[in-house]
């Protein structure tokens, strides 16, 4: 197994082990609590390191 798949693995085990610390309808109820959203200028302009990334498997 490449480093690539360890990584997705891992990943896909932790996002596993998270939803059943905390159900999806707990967390669709925690947005609705929110009050603001996050400024996106802000986010980029903050100092430190900032990443906005996407992954796909395939395109179309």
């Known amino acids: 197994m490449g480093i690539l798949e360890q990584l997705i693995s891992a ?5 596993k082990d998270r939803s059943q610390q905390v ?21 980029l302009t903050r100092p430190g390191m900032s990443l906005i990334c996407e992954y796909k498997r395939k395109s179309p």
């Open 11 to 15: 990943a896909s085990q932790g996002v």
């Open 23 to 43: 159900p999806l309808a707990d967390l669709q109820a925690r947005l609705g609590e929110r009050d603001h959203d996050r400024p996106f200028q802000e986010a």
